[in-house]
């Protein structure tokens, strides 16, 4: 939101507050949902119940009025994820709510998976009334219960049990400004129903949060000088996008072309950029390409700036000594990232955008001015995009084109690139879709830049994408099944202009595809493309390259496409690269609602999940 809508938003919600209330005036509820508008939420994700529903009331108002209303979903877990996909898409802050008990049970995978990785998100439970606490109340989750504020306290950046209206505004707010300032993440308020639905202390909101909870523009101007010089002095230097840079990523790309820098990418990295930019090496880490690897390993490599990583497992392959040596500068906003770099010979603090516009200042006041504007012609037309993925990327470059039946996985992710328009939002689910989407997936989208390489910022032009989640999503730390499932319905209401592709496995819609029924219910083009082998795919090729026992794998046939016509949804049937070519894209990307595609792909692919393998200690 620029600072004119959020001073809008601000202005309606002093008003909806005053209007949009019950006869008795405002209560706790409704002033915490005007808190919400003046941030641009347009919907609250959760599951009603008795110790929520005034909030619910609140919302009901609110909906009446424009202002955010309740988005209701199946699970308390797909709850949790759609806000997940509606802070990335929109970078607004993702909102779910649950009632006590078992509704906020429910939420803690959703919040933990969005804890893991640094997604902000307002997570409201309600608790039976105050003075029922310690009498067994009916799904009574307070101290004298089962604890849920417990709970959520190791998945939680902010955690309070607010218990009395008076703490209403100073701990919503507290709450905000820990859920967007790094370490970011979700934060946690337990409300009591008798709270919720008490007189609001105040008849409108106090304060313009709005400027409270941007971003800090915070540069270590000395550390960023140094990494100026040594990237002055190094011979063959390479650049490590991580997934945390996504507000950033222009300026990024621009300071590799001015240098013509090689880069890689994290798994969770490769959705910011273009494969086909002729400066990509491939991905480095899980599912990663051996091109990235043998990048970094090159012993005339004398500089890695490794940039919004976490430095974990997946991101850092196997905390690969190619990566963590001396060699390394490691550029990020979260000191929590920075300290698993130890090894690093510099460490920059501060938000990356203004880190990333100072280094290309520094190149402009360095450079002469002719000289400089020829070496940025030329640059600009020396890194034209490639046609397709070079075949020394891939793993198997014959399997990305095969027109064998069933359709090889990789041949589907080159279908879903092609087929596809350049504005798709891809989610990739925990398991398989992880791995075939982060090696062979690319979009058809030639742009290489969000902005000029001559320096200075600008506005995107019209169709450039202004979201920072990027074109593909991924979990990394804590990846639970099901994920992009909601997540896909989240980000589908965030942007409801672009398609969304949710990419998961039979496993995963087994266990939490019910959320499609709130796609149907709410009109929103996500298209679900399930992986179809009839097996928890990533058990059953981790067993068999491990040696292990072929076990608790196996999953029923099942006819997808059946059950999400049951639910109201368009389905279609794939077995060949002949069906998925037979598909009116166009129509399915302008269908209000969503589409499924089941489709039956070659169970016996392995996917390119080595480094897995390797960190459970197998060797292969």
């Not at 997940?84 to 429910?106: F, H, K, L």
């Not at 090689?262 to 491939?282: A, C, E, S």
């Not at 700036?305 to 850092?316: D, F, K, P, R, Y």
């Not at 060949?576 to 609602?593: F, K, N, V, W, Y």
């Amino acid at each position: 939101m620029n600072s004119r809508s959020i001073a809008l938003a601000y202005e309606a919600s002093n008003e909806d507050i005053a209007t949009c209330v019950t006869e008795e005036g405002p209560q706790v509820a409704d002033l915490i949902v005007a808190y919400l508008e003046q941030l641009g939420v347009e919907f609250v994700f959760g599951v009603p119940g008795g110790a929520i529903e005034p909030l619910y009331n609140a919302l009901a108002r609110s909906g009446r009025c424009g202002g955010p209303r309740p988005l209701v979903a199946r699970h308390e877990a797909g709850a949790a994820f759609m806000a997940d996909g509606y802070t990335r898409e929109t970078g607004r802050i993702g909102v779910c709510c649950a009632t006590s008990g078992p509704g906020a049970t429910n939420l803690i995978t959703g919040v933990a998976c969005a804890f893991d990785n640094g997604i902000p998100m307002l997570v409201i439970t309600g608790q039976p009334s105050l003075p029922s606490f310690g009498k067994r109340a009916l799904q009574e989750s307070a101290c004298t219960g089962v604890n849920t504020l417990g709970m959520f306290r190791h998945c939680t950046r902010y955690n309070s049990l607010v218990s009395h209206p008076e703490q209403i505004e100073s701990k919503l707010l507290t709450a905000l400004q820990r859920a967007v300032r790094a370490p970011r993440g979700p934060v946690h308020l337990s409300i009591p129903l008798d709270i919720l639905k008490s007189p609001s202390p105040v008849t409108r909101p106090s304060y313009s949060i709005a400027d409270k909870i941007r971003p800090a523009s915070l540069i270590d101007t000395d550390a960023t000088e140094e990494l100026h010089h040594i990237l002055d002095q190094a011979a063959n230097p390479r650049l490590l996008i991580g997934g945390w840079c996504g507000e950033a990523i222009g300026a990024i790309l621009q300071l590799a072309a001015l240098r013509n820098t090689p880069f890689v990418t994290t798994p969770d990295g490769k959705g910011l950029v273009n494969p086909l930019h002729p400066l990509f090496r491939g991905v480095f880490g899980f599912a990663g390409h051996a091109l990235a690897r043998e990048t970094l390993n090159d012993p005339t490599v004398d500089l890695i700036v490794a940039i919004g990583t976490s430095m974990n497992e997946w991101t850092s392959s196997g905390w690969s000594e190619a990566l963590l040596n001396g060699k390394l500068v490691h550029v990020d906003e979260s000191a929590e990232h920075l300290a698993r770099s130890p090894m690093a010979r510099l460490h920059i603090r501060g938000r990356l955008l203004n880190i990333f516009e100072r280094l290309i200042e520094r190149i402009h006041q360095t450079s002469h001015g002719t000289a400089f504007e020829y070496q940025r012609q030329r640059t600009a037309r020396e890194l034209q995009p490639q046609d397709s993925p070079p075949g020394s990327l891939l793993a198997a470059p014959a399997q990305y084109v095969s027109p064998a039946t069933p359709i090889t996985p990789q041949r589907l992710m080159y279908d879903l690139g092609r087929l596809f328009p350049s504005s798709t939002r891809f989610l990739a689910d925990a398991g398989n879709s992880v791995a075939w989407t982060t090696h062979y997936l690319t979009p058809a989208d030639h742009r290489i830049g969000e902005r000029r390489l001559g320096g200075g910022g600008r506005r995107p032009d019209p169709g450039r994408r202004l979201t920072h989640g990027g074109w593909l999503r991924l979990t990394m730390d804590f990846a639970p099944m099901g994920w992009a499932i909601g997540g896909a319905v989240g980000t589908a209401a965030g942007n409801p202009h672009v398609p969304v592709v949710c990419v998961t496995g039979d496993g995963s819609m087994m266990m939490n595809g019910q959320e499609l029924s709130v796609a149907v219910a709410e009109k929103l083009t996500v298209i679900f493309v399930v992986l179809n082998d009839q097996a928890l795919g990533m058990v059953k090729h981790g067993q068999r390259l491990a040696g292990a026992e072929q076990i608790a794998f196996e999953l029923p046939p099942t006819d997808f496409a059946a059950i999400a016509r049951a639910m109201g949804a368009d389905a279609h049937t794939i077995r060949s690269p002949e069906d998925m070519a037979s598909l009116d894209i166009d129509t399915i990307c302008q269908r209000r609602g969503p589409t499924l595609l089941d489709i039956y792909i070659d169970p016996e692919e392995v996917p390119p999940m080595n480094l897995r393998m390797q960190i459970l200690g197998t060797n292969i």
